[in-house]
C-alpha cells in the first residue's frame, strides 16, 4: 500500500489502518503459537515513506503511548505477549520520532525508545520527518527478559550497541527497513558482531518486498535471531511475510560472558576520543 504524492490525510490514515490489519493475523498467530516477546518491523503500520519528502505522511504519526499502543496492549494482555510495536511518533506539532514502544504481558506500556541516528542519504530522507532519539538506551524489564531496542541505522553504531548491555539488555531488538545493495552484506556481519561483544541475544526484524510509487529497492527480509557467540540460529526467507519463532536460553548468556570477560576487560578510561565532539 502507497499514497500517491501529494495525497490526502484521509489516504494516509486509510494506509495505515490497511497495514495494521494486514498484521493482524501474524500477531494473532504468534499468541496461538505462545510467542513470549514479538517484535515487529520498523514503522509498521506505514509504508516505508521516506523515499519521498511529502509532508503528507506527517499525518500517520501519532502520540506514544497513544491509539494504536492501545490496541497493541488488548493483543498482548490477550496472549500474555510482550509487543515491541515501532511506529510514527507525534510529540507535539513540528516534533516527530522513529520510535519503538514496548507492551508487557498483561498490557502495560513500559516505555518506549526513540531511534538515536537519523540517516539522510539517497531514498532514506529521513531528517525531513524523524527528530533524532533523545531517550538514551533504555532496557526494560518484561515479564519474560530484559530487552532493548535498536532501530534500523543505528545498527551500524557500535556505541549504542554497547550501551544496551552496560543497561542489563538481553535480548536487543532491531527492526528495520533496508534494501538490497551494500545492507544485505552488512545485515549479517554487523548485528552478530553486536551480540558477541555484549553477550546477548538479538533478533534482527526486517521489511520484505516493494512499495510503491517510490521504487526504492527490494526490502529482502532476512530476519534472524542470533545468539550471543554470533551464531545465526533461525532465519526467515526474503520472499514474502513470515512469522519467525525461536527458543532463546537466556542462561547461555551467562555461560558465554564467563568465557569471554569482554566487560570486565572493556577500558573506558582508554576510549574517550570515542565520544569527543
Known amino acids: 500500500m502507497a499514497l500517491p504524492e501529494g495525497g490526502a490525510e484521509g489516504d494516509v490514515r486509510e494506509i495505515t489502518e490497511g497495514m495494521l490489519a494486514k498484521?493482524?493475523?501474524?500477531?494473532?498467530?504468534?499468541?496461538?503459537?505462545?510467542?513470549?516477546?514479538?517484535?515487529?518491523?520498523?514503522?509498521?503500520?506505514?509504508?516505508?515513506?521516506?523515499?519521498?519528502?511529502?509532508?503528507?505522511?506527517?499525518?500517520?504519526?501519532?502520540?506514544?503511548?497513544?491509539?494504536?499502543?492501545?490496541?497493541?496492549?488488548?493483543?498482548?494482555?490477550?496472549?500474555?505477549?510482550?509487543?515491541?510495536?515501532?511506529?510514527?511518533?507525534?510529540?507535539?506539532?513540528?516534533?516527530?520520532?522513529?520510535?519503538?514502544a514496548v507492551i508487557d504481558a498483561d498490557g502495560r506500556y513500559l516505555g518506549k525508545y526513540r531511534k538515536t541516528h537519523i540517516p539522510q542519504t539517497a531514498g532514506f530522507w529521513e531528517k525531513y520527518f524523524f527528530r533524532p532519539g533523545n531517550l538514551g538506551y533504555p532496557v526494560f524489564e518484561t515479564t519474560y527478559a530484559k530487552i532493548g531496542v535498536y532501530i534500523c541505522y543505528d545498527r551500524h553504531f557500535p556505541e549504542g550497541a554497547r550501551a544496551l548491555g552496560l543497561g542489563g539488555a538481553e535480548v536487543v531488538y532491531n527492526p528495520s527497513a533496508t534494501v538490497e545493495g551494500l545492507s544485505d552484506h552488512l545485515w549479517v556481519l554487523e548485528q552478530?558482531?553486536?551480540?558477541?561483544?555484549?553477550?546477548?541475544?538479538?533478533?534482527?526484524?526486517?521489511?520484505?518486498?516493494?512499495?510503491?510509487?517510490?521504487?526504492?529497492?527490494?526490502?529482502?527480509?532476512?530476519?534472524?535471531?542470533?545468539?550471543?557467540?554470533?551464531?545465526?540460529?533461525?532465519?526467515?526467507?526474503?520472499?514474502?511475510?513470515?512469522?519467525?519463532?525461536?527458543?532463546?536460553?537466556?542462561?547461555?548468556?551467562?555461560?558465554?560472558?564467563?568465557?569471554?570477560?569482554?566487560?570486565?576487560?572493556?577500558?573506558p578510561d582508554a576510549y574517550a576520543e570515542i565520544v569527543a565532539p
Not at 67 to 86: H, K, L, N
Not at 214 to 221: A, D, P
Open 23 to 100: 498484521h493482524l493475523p501474524l500477531i494473532e498467530e504468534a499468541g496461538r503459537r505462545g510467542v513470549q516477546i514479538l517484535c515487529l518491523q520498523e514503522i509498521f503500520n506505514t509504508p516505508y515513506f521516506c523515499p519521498s519528502q511529502d509532508a503528507a505522511w506527517i499525518a500517520a504519526a501519532e502520540p506514544v503511548p497513544g491509539p494504536t499502543t492501545e490496541r497493541m496492549a488488548a493483543y498482548a494482555r490477550q496472549y500474555s505477549m510482550v509487543i515491541v510495536a515501532p511506529l510514527y511518533e507525534k510529540e507535539r506539532a513540528g516534533l516527530y520520532y522513529n520510535t519503538a
Open 192 to 267: 552478530p558482531a553486536h551480540a558477541v561483544a555484549n553477550g546477548y541475544f538479538m533478533g534482527c526484524v526486517n521489511r520484505v518486498g516493494t512499495e510503491a510509487p517510490w521504487n526504492l529497492g527490494r526490502f529482502y527480509g532476512s530476519s534472524y535471531f542470533v545468539d550471543p557467540t554470533g551464531r545465526i540460529i533461525a532465519q526467515a526467507s526474503g520472499d514474502g511475510d513470515e512469522l519467525l519463532v525461536v527458543d532463546l536460553d537466556l542462561r547461555m548468556i551467562e555461560s558465554v560472558r564467563s568465557t569471554w570477560q569482554f566487560y570486565r576487560d572493556r577500558r
